[in-house]
């Protein structure tokens, strides 16, 4: 990696030159090295055109219960109430006050450093 200082205004380029080697970092090629071979197996062909029906029919029976649940008259306004009531809620508990405020930031700090494994 070099880098280089441009004109007076101290910007900063930098230039990466790849290594020759083999780099496990390209995980697209190992899912279509993966999906190669499920698919030379013909009792897992059967598998895999069952999984996708699956997954085809899964996805369109949620689409069919969140359209259902939609027209029903009296759901969304109770959805809308219920997110109103907690926006108020969360606003009162980690928003209002300083000491709140510092308890939220540590509470993501800690959910941060969980996440990332620190």
Known sequence: MT???VGKQC????IAKAKSGSSESSTS???VE???NVWDKPEDRVALFGLGFASVVVFWAS???VTAIDKLPVVPGVFELI???FSTWFVYRYLLFKPDRKELVQ???KSLSDIIGQ
Request: hydrophobic content about 65%; cysteine-free; overall charge positive.
């Open 3 to 5: 880098m280089r200082f």
């Open 29 to 31: 090629l190992n899912i």
């Open 11 to 14: 910007r900063v380029a930098f």
């Open 83 to 85: 997110g109103i009531l």
């Open 107 to 109: 509470i993501i700090n």
């Open 63 to 65: 689409l069919s219960v």
């Open 34 to 36: 993966s999906v190669q």
